[in-house]
């Protein structure tokens, strides 16, 4: 235990302090913050998208804010794209039954039938995504598209 | 495309130090066996598609390659008040 940690130990036991106040004086000294982070800055606005353009999207970012936890990741949607050529390395019984599989699970996708145009359409469309949900002071959940790194 | 030339990677408390890998020291490495195997694949499959086979060889191997380069630019952060999970690669 650090000097300082057990100065506000003692101060309590003495009863000088409150357990509250030693909590804070404790999280102060390690640095750790305590209240809720501050708000989220804007959505910067989003550019016009042109497929495979130079302002084309390439990042799918999600935020979540709840009190003292967050969440902020970015994602390059290159990943998505890279992703497709993979497909060709998987064997068509591999991807057939794949296909199957979904299929009994209700979702109907063929994904041998899915071609690199098609995930570039989705991906472009996607630039067009905006989710902002603000719960008062509970929280914020935010998903959207940009270029900005 | 590049491939990621640092990964920063921390876990734990608030105010901890992170580690930062430097991943750049990999590309003599990753480099010429990532143009090794494109150009393998380039050769090969001309040959495997006479016989019906090696379709997308060359599309799936320099589609490996661009995902590792498009993990560059990734970013994972999750906090709570005490501790918290930081990922980046750059």
């Known amino acids: 235990m650090s000097d300082e940690v057990e100065r506000i130990v003692d101060m309590l036991e003495q009863g000088k302090i409150s357990a509250g ?16 982070l501050p708000p989220l800055p804007p959505i910067p606005p989003a550019p016009y998208f042109r497929a495979g353009g130079p302002g084309r999207a390439k990042f799918l970012k999600v935020e979540v804010r709840n009190g003292d936890d967050s969440v902020d990741v970015r994602i390059p949607l290159d990943l998505i794209r890279a992703g497709m050529k ?16 979904l299929k009994d699970k209700g979702i109907n996708v063929d994904l041998d039938g899915l ?6 359409s989705v991906i472009d469309a996607l630039s067009d995504l905006k989710v902002d949900i603000t719960d008062g002071s509970k929280g914020t959940v935010r998903v959207f598209v940009t270029d900005q790194p | 495309m590049i ?3 640092l990964v920063y990677i921390k876990i ?3 105010g901890g130090m992170g580690l930062w890998i430097p991943v750049f020291l990999l590309w003599p490495l990753i480099l010429p066996a990532a143009a090794m195997c494109i150009l393998l694949a380039g050769i090969t499959e001309p040959v495997l598609r ?17 995902m590792l380069c498009a993990f560059r630019h990734l970013r994972i952060n999750v906090r709570n008040g005490v501790e918290t ?3 980046r690669i750059i």
Not at chain 1, 29 to 36: L, S, T
Not at chain 1, 115 to 120: G, R
């Open chain 1, 21 to 36: 106040d030693a909590k804070k004086l404790i999280m102060a000294i390690k640095g750790i913050h305590d209240g809720p």
């Open chain 1, 86 to 101: 993979l497909k060709s390395l998987v064997p068509s019984q591999v991807m057939e039954n794949v296909t199957s599989q």
């Open chain 1, 115 to 120: 071609k690199k145009e098609d995930m570039d």
């Open chain 2, 3 to 5: 491939p990621p030339a």
């Open chain 2, 12 to 14: 734990g408390k608030k």
């Open chain 2, 50 to 66: 006479i016989f019906g086979r090696g379709k997308g060889l060359f599309t799936g191997t320099t589609g490996l390659y661009q």
């Open chain 2, 85 to 87: 999970v930081s990922i």
